[in-house]
């Protein structure tokens, strides 16, 4: 009989393998995706996107105008939002469908999409521009087709590119963080301000009143009945209220004052958070260029240009070909020109035959040399090794001689030490 536990482990095993089953069988399925499916998948992506790119109004957005009619260039045609917006749009228009499935990449194309649009929509200048500037760089770089040298690395450049994705919505979502504690801050000041007007005109008009001498006189009033409010005059009354009042207005412009603190602190942190994040991105390959926004119009014309240079370039060069291939048609069916190519065959047919016996020659004499040098050069080791012989031979015999003397001299020594011996 089974117990509560082994039932329990039994069907966690079997959720754990489900589990393990379906990332497999959606692995398999990933891979063996139907090209025609992922293409009408891409088609409608890129259409949904361009749609919302369309709808973008430049001349109802609260941004301010140096930020709506900024360029980095000044032979820049359109602005920066105005280029980005058109860029996209016909980035996407012109590469609906690549072989790579773009899938995840067109999530967080979508999602930058949405932020430039609000940001031009709601006036927040981070979501604006580097939203704009992350469709640019999504839908030119990381949604194209990889080139055909890098075919083998398919999946390695994917995954490459949807992490560039993974950093850059951190990024967006880091901008949207900053202006939405802009916006609450600018809202903040725009009380404080107005508080700060208020409390300064009550503030003056009281110290007007109590310059007079009947605002120092219901001044001193209040301060007299300062424990029992109930002996106060009306006019006494209505001067507490204002103080009252007063104090009120600068308490709550203390509080302003320190919520503006605590959101520019804020501002600060996510400032910091974000060069962070840029600062990863742009380790990855992703440079926030300011000239490169001027120049992808320029540089999408140019590209245009040159293709179409090419083309008609293609088709001298193919009519060249042809007219070429028409006059070598007519020579070979000339007979005369056939006669003579002929003779030119035969011609080069000899030379080609002299010249290999010739270097057929000349190979052998130089492996008959080859031979040569190594005999002598044997020859010159043996000799050498002769010479070697010799030296030791005469070493030897030197030696010796050196040896014998020394045993004669040595005798000699020990003969007349002895006959000394005698004769004493």
Request: glycine fraction near 4%.
């Amino acid at each position: 009989m089974a117990t509560k536990k082994s039932t329990g482990m039994k069907r966690k095993a079997q959720k754990t393998l489900g589990s393990l089953g379906s990332k497999i069988l959606g692995k398999k399925q990933e891979e063996v995706k139907n090209p025609e499916e992922q293409g009408a998948e891409q088609i409608a992506r890129a259409n949904e996107m361009v749609s919302i790119l369309k709808c973008i109004r430049f001349d109802t957005s609260p941004l301010p105008a140096e930020i709506l009619e900024k360029k980095h260039s000044p032979t820049q045609k359109k602005t920066d939002m105005e280029l980005f917006r058109d860029a996209g749009i016909n980035i996407l228009n012109r590469g609906a469908i690549t072989e790579l499935d773009t899938e995840k990449i067109d999530e967080t194309l979508r999602y930058a999409v949405n932020t430039f649009e609000e940001g031009i929509k709601n006036g927040q200048p981070e979501k604006a521009q580097r939203g704009g500037f992350a469709v640019l760089f999504i839908a030119n770089t990381l949604r194209r087709e990889v080139d055909e040298t890098e075919r083998e690395m398919a999946q390695q450049i994917k995954a490459e590119r949807e992490e560039m994705c993974d950093y850059i919505k951190t990024m967006l979502k880091q901008c949207r963080r900053i202006d939405a504690y802009e916006g609450q801050r600018a809202k903040k000041l725009v009380n404080f301000d107005n508080g700060t007007k208020e409390t300064q005109k009550l503030q003056d008009e009281l110290q007007a009143y109590l310059n007079t001498d009947e605002g120092a006189a219901v001044l001193q009033e209040l301060e007299d009945h300062m424990i029992h409010p109930d002996k106060r005059s009306i006019k006494a009354q209505e001067l507490d209220s204002r103080f009252t009042l007063l104090a009120r207005k600068e308490d709550h412009l203390f509080t302003l004052r320190g919520e503006l603190s605590a959101l520019t602190h804020a501002v600060s942190e996510e400032n910091a958070q974000l060069e962070r994040v840029l600062e990863t991105i742009n380790g990855k390959g992703y440079v926030e260029d300011p000239e490169l926004q001027s120049r992808v119009e320029e540089i999408m014309n140019e590209r245009v240009k040159a293709l179409t240079r090419l083309q008609e370039q293609n088709k001298r060069v193919s009519a060249a070909l042809d007219a070429h291939d028409e006059a070598m048609r007519a020579a070979i069916s000339d007979p005369t020109n056939a006669e003579r190519t002929a003779k030119n065959l035969e011609y080069w047919d000899k030379k080609r035959k002299k010249e290999k016996e010739q270097a057929e020659r000349e190979r052998a004499a130089r492996e008959k040399r080859l031979e040569e040098l190594r005999e002598q050069r044997k020859r010159q080791e043996r000799d050498a090794e002769l010479d070697r012989e010799i030296e030791e031979l005469q070493e030897n015999i030197d030696q010796f001689e050196d040896d014998i003397e020394d045993d004669v001299e040595m005798d000699f020594e020990e003969q007349a030490e002895e006959n000394h011996l005698y004769n004493e």
